[in-house]
């Protein structure tokens, strides 16, 4: 039986300044889904968590989803992520993009992908 087993990074992330923290982790931390002989379609959920935080400074941040190439073993031909980097004033208490798992009608061996969220400040403009 051929089991994926996705793996999620949780990150909490300090901005700005002591007094200003935003908390930002996948719903869930790790799941097992099975390949089907279809494209199957599992959406990876962010959430967030501020408090007391400027959303003007929010701004100069933008976040992404990148996969860990060198500790995931399926691979990157096998599926594709919809998400597109966003600065983190436009993100809402939770945020939703979709990992995508191609067709897969040999089942072989259990693979495992990881995810890992990055937060990137931007030059003020």
């Known amino acids: 039986m051929n089991k994926f087993l996705l793996l999620l990074q949780a990150v909490c992330i300090q901005c700005i300044s002591a007094q200003e923290t935003i908390e930002i982790s996948f719903e869930k931390s790790s799941d097992t889904i099975r390949r089907k002989d ?5 959406p990876l959920t962010l959430k967030i968590d501020s408090l007391n935080i ?3 400074s929010l701004k100069f941040y933008t976040i992404s989803i990148k996969a860990d190439d060198e500790r995931s073993t399926l691979p990157k031909s096998s599926y594709s992520l919809s998400f597109n980097t966003v600065t983190l004033d436009k993100l809402t208490s939770k945020y939703t993009c979709y990992l995508t798992l191609k067709k897969d009608s040999e089942i072989d061996r259990d693979r495992l992908i990881y995810f890992s969220i990055e937060v990137l400040k931007r030059s003020q403009k």
């Open 38 to 42: 279809a494209d199957f379609i599992y």
């Open 54 to 56: 400027n959303k003007d």
